[in-house]
């Protein structure tokens, strides 16, 4: 029991759930961190997420200075993952748009993530994929008061992805 009378939480099973998701995270992004850093991996999450933007709105999207924007936006040019054109609006904006080589790489990251959680969702029995399910949705409503923008964008699930 806590202080308040309340029921503790099961810390030790959430613990080792979330130690499980972050492995599973955690491969499912290694190959892509092997052609790009987790910051340019942000990026691109945000460009094939949300189609193209402005590198200022990056820059504050990702709490980053715009001259970090665009080196990492520089590398991501030169690796073949986006392209940069002057705006049509303003000739002192830069828009960045994901290439179809960003798109494969976030999605395969996705797929790969997918399986990893689908596979061990099918080593359970039935009746406890329902009670994950239950207690998942219930964690990622609590969790969800705050906004979650940098899990969000390692993960792809902006925009209900």
Known sequence: M?????????????????????????????????????????????????????????????????????RMVDRLVRAD?????????????????????ATLLVEDVLARRDAEFRAVLRRMPPEDRALVDRAAAAFTRASTAEPLTDAELLLAVTNGR
Do not use: C, W
Request: no cysteine.
């Open 81 to 101: 993952f986006v392209e940069k054109r002057t705006s049509r609006h303003s000739g002192r904006e830069v828009v960045v748009t994901a290439l179809p080589s």
């Open 2 to 70: 806590s202080d308040d009378g309340e029921q503790a939480p099961p810390r030790n099973a959430v613990l080792a759930a979330s130690t499980a998701g972050l492995g599973i995270v955690l491969r499912s992004l290694a190959p892509a961190l092997e052609q790009v850093t987790l910051q340019q991996y942000r990026i691109l999450v945000l460009l094939v997420t949300r189609g193209p933007m402005r590198a200022s709105d990056l820059a504050t999207e990702l709490g980053l200075l715009p001259s970090g924007i665009t």
